[in-house]
């Protein structure tokens, strides 16, 4: 069975910080990037970061850039998400993904159930 299961969401006031995990099982991990992905209320879901599982090079939305860091430790099928500076618009339930490739963003075969980020001001 495809398991993706995310962790280390929570509430923080702005400026603080949380990690993320993405725990990964039942596919090849290897094979597939990982993305992570929020969707805010009333809010279109965008992608906000990925990591190549052939070169482990990353990619993030303009948005986070400087605030958040994608890594991934390929032993223990994990991708994490730190992020750091906090803002409110950062509020949003955040997904993991496995996709084909960080190019493209619809080439997502495994989503995760999602964790809560809730960033006070």
Do not use: H
Request: aromatic content about 12%; proline content about 2%; overall charge negative.
């Amino acid at each position: 069975e495809v398991q993706l299961v995310e962790s280390g969401g929570g509430l923080v006031q702005a400026g603080g910080s949380l990690r993320l995990s993405c725990a990964a099982s039942g596919f090849t991990f290897d094979d597939y990037a990982i993305g992570w992905f929020r969707q805010a209320p009333g809010k279109e879901r965008e992608g906000v970061s990925c990591i190549s599982s052939s070169d482990g090079s990353t990619y993030y939305a303009d948005s986070v850039k400087g605030r958040f860091t994608i890594s991934s430790d390929n032993a223990k099928n994990t991708v994490y998400l730190q992020m750091n500076s906090l803002k409110p618009e950062d509020t949003a339930v955040y997904y993991c993904a496995a996709l084909r490739d960080c190019s493209d963003y619809d080439l997502t075969d495994y989503w995760g159930q999602g964790t809560q980020v809730t960033v006070s001001s």
